[in-house]
């Protein structure tokens, strides 16, 4: 069974409602759904999860890509984009923030599970390696 806890931001409620139901069904801890930008920092900052699932095209003043710089400086969590969008503006966008994978809609959960798995491994791969190099 896989482990982790995961913060959903999706602004469409019944694809949120999806992937926390394929979430579940993998195994993961959903540790809330957030639908823009500032929810999606505010829930980071109180849930405290291990890796963000975050889609680009969000309601509200920020954007998934602005939200997801925010709490990699913030909280130094993983984000994976989940999005429909991939065109070369939004990918340079998105390479900057340094996101750990990158899921084009529409996906299934094998890909979602995937992505997750490689995400987390890497992420705590990285924060070994960083330990052991101080």
């Given at each position: ?31 809330g ?6 929810d ?14 975050m889609?680009i095209m ?26 429909a ?8 966008r998105v390479k900057?923030?340094?996101?750990f ?19 987390l ?14």
């Amino acid at each position: 069974m896989a482990e982790g806890r995961i913060l959903i931001v999706e602004d469409e409620h019944i694809v949120a409602m999806g992937i926390k139901r394929m979430l579940k069904g993998l195994g993961y801890t959903v540790t809330g759904v957030a639908s823009s930008g500032e929810d999606a920092i505010s829930k980071a900052e109180s849930t405290f999860p291990d890796l963000v699932l975050m889609d680009i095209m969000l309601k509200g003043e920020l954007d998934g890509v602005e939200a997801a710089k925010e709490i990699k400086e913030r909280f130094d969590v993983p984000v994976v984009y989940l999005t429909a969008y991939s065109d070369s503006n939004i990918l340079e966008r998105v390479k900057k923030t340094g996101p750990f994978g990158y899921i084009v809609k529409p996906f299934d959960e094998k890909d979602l599970h995937s992505n997750i798995e490689i995400a987390l491994h890497r992420y705590r791969k990285e924060k070994l390696e960083g330990r052991t190099e101080e």
